[in-house]
């Protein structure tokens, strides 16, 4: 069964860092690409980051690029989001998701239609 469970997320103050897992079981994500996703009430869900399984190069979205960075662990079979310089709107809760095979290129701007296996999130809030 194909699972992915995130984890790391709490309540911090701007400018603080917090590292998200995400923790994958049933599959060998180094075969995958997987995204980072966060939501907040009342707006899509908006891909920040992304690695691709086999080459392990990264996308980020603006807003996050130079301040987040997402790594993958072989050995654990886990996938990070190092989160530095954190700013109140960097609040939302955080998702990971894997590759539906739908698109060419889905770490280029991941969409969430195009990604799968959802965990139940990592609430992430950021305030003084």
């Known amino acids: 069964q194909v699972q992915l469970v995130e984890s790391g997320g709490g309540l911090v103050q701007p400018g603080e860092s917090l590292r998200l897992s995400c923790a994958a079981s049933?599959?060998?994500?180094?075969?995958?690409?997987v995204a980072w996703f966060r939501q907040v009430p009342g707006k899509e869900r908006e891909g920040i980051s992304c690695?691709?399984?086999?080459?392990?190069?990264?996308f980020y979205v603006n807003s996050v690029k130079g301040r987040f960075t997402m790594s993958r662990d072989d050995a654990k079979n886990t996938i990070y989001l190092q989160m530095n310089s954190l700013t109140p709107e960097d609040t939302a809760v955080y998702y990971c998701?894997?590759?539906?095979?739908?698109?060419?290129?889905?770490?280029?701007?991941?969409?969430?239609?195009?990604?799968?296996?959802w965990g139940p999130g990592t609430q992430v809030t950021v305030s003084s």
């Open positions: 690695i691709r399984g086999a080459s392990k190069s990264t």
């Open positions: 049933g599959f060998i994500l180094t075969y995958y690409n």
């Open positions: 998701a894997v590759d539906l095979g739908k698109a060419l290129d889905p770490c280029d701007n991941p969409a969430p239609v195009d990604f799968g296996s």
